[in-house]
């Protein structure tokens, strides 16, 4: 298992921007798949974007796609989180999630990640 702690987040106005990042500790992090999740309240946790253990390959949910940008730095054992054009419906508490599944992708199962992050609080304000 790798451990995983979350930072950068905070409160923001609409059309601004923050920059989520993800600290892995433990297990060697090249060896996992790493995806952002979302949750906001009264809803379930909901995909943001996965990237490959590569970082070659990145994928995001559609009410993100063109905003969003998801990176690795697998040299500093660091995933983050780009975000840029903030809406109000982006407001949630944000998680960091590693899957053993190096090759992570939209089919990939929440299931599949098997480290999460205690989540850091994003808020944007209309």
């Known amino acids: 298992q790798v451990q995983l702690v979350e930072s950068g987040g905070g409160l923001v106005q609409a059309g601004g921007s923050l920059r989520l990042s993800c600290a892995a500790s433990g297990r060697t992090f090249s060896g996992y798949g790493m995806g952002w999740f979302r949750q906001a309240p009264g809803k379930e946790r909901e995909f943001v974007a996965v990237?490959?253990?590569?970082?070659?390959?990145?994928y995001y949910a559609d009410s993100v796609k063109g905003r969003f940008t998801i990176s690795r730095d697998n040299a500093k054992n660091t995933v983050h989180l780009l975000m840029n054009s903030l809406k109000p419906e982006d407001t949630a508490v944000y998680y960091c999630?590693?899957?053993?599944?190096?090759?992570?992708?939209?089919?990939?199962?929440?299931?599949?990640?098997?480290?999460w992050g205690q989540g850091t609080q994003v808020t944007v304000s209309s």
């Open positions: 990237i490959s253990w590569s970082g070659y390959s990145t």
């Open positions: 999630a590693a899957s053993s599944n190096r090759y992570v992708n939209t089919g990939t199962r929440r299931s599949d990640f098997g480290s």
